[in-house]
């Protein structure tokens, strides 16, 4: 079957002429950048995240800003389209163009066109490790932004999750039980707001006791008070963490001087505030009685470490 680009004419009307045209002008299926950009001018998370970057670049070869690429590769990501080279099609799209900033349309595709995807590929590349770890900062000046005021309480909801992995990407390894070939960024949540605190990137194979750093941390913090949330009964974590020798080590410097405490009742991620009269007293050794608030959960258990012993 033949395919023809000739527009089609009808029938005029008086003063019009009504024609089909196949080429539509310019058209874009994605309205997300619009939107994006405008949350992104209210919260300034693109020009919080630009500052943490060291821009290396020669200012001679310089045709796009970093910030107009890290709202280039944001949006596109947001929208969808996570794969770099997706930039080479969309640096044309007129919604693209009109959430980082740029004309809709312009004559001169050279000015008008934003990164392609070989100029987001350095750029990812360039991205050294301080420029990581200032990366991090930013995502926590930025939850922490957030807040107009202080929160009452914060809960950290600490947790990996499969990012699946295409082709020979570095830290990519093949997961038995996500049974695909992945990373597994650890991410750290606010579970009330389920706002983003910060994310570190690993490597797709099973987390040793070395990458979680639980035994350190436990071993830092023998002289102060600690506590200590899961999902997870005591008597499963073997099975979770897989190691017995590993289990056996960190448990033992968990549960030795700790008093656990079962919630039961309703989620915590759909409380939006802590309800003032579920209010429960810790009484410890010298006498001194502390309220200690929490909201019922039927899957959080948590686990007071301290030097003295705490009795309910």
Known sequence: MDSTSEQLRFASIPGCTIRADFAGGGLSSDLGPLLLKGVDRQIGLTARVCAAIDDTRHPGYITHTLHDILK???????????????????????????????????????????????????????????????????????????????????VLDIDHSEDAAYGQQPLAFYNHYYQSTCHLPLLVFEGLSGALVAAVLRPGKRPTGAENAMIEIIDDRTTKSTIITSQIPVKAWHDVIGEPTLADAILDRIVHRAHVIQLTGETMRKLKKLDPTRTHEVKTNHQHRTPFKCSRSSRIGVHVHQNSQINA
């Open 72 to 154: 280039q590769r944001i949006y596109q990501i947001a929208s969808g389209y996570e794969d770099g080279n997706d930039c080479n099609s969309l640096r044309h799209d007129p919604m693209f163009r009109l959430g980082v900033g740029c004309k809709p349309f312009d004559t001169d595709e050279a000015d008008g066109a934003l990164a392609s995807g070989s100029t987001i590929s350095r750029f990812e590349h360039a991205v050294d490790s301080k420029d990581i770890y200032r990366l991090s900062e930013a995502l926590v000046d930025q939850f922490i932004a957030g807040y107009a005021t202080p929160p009452e309480a914060l």
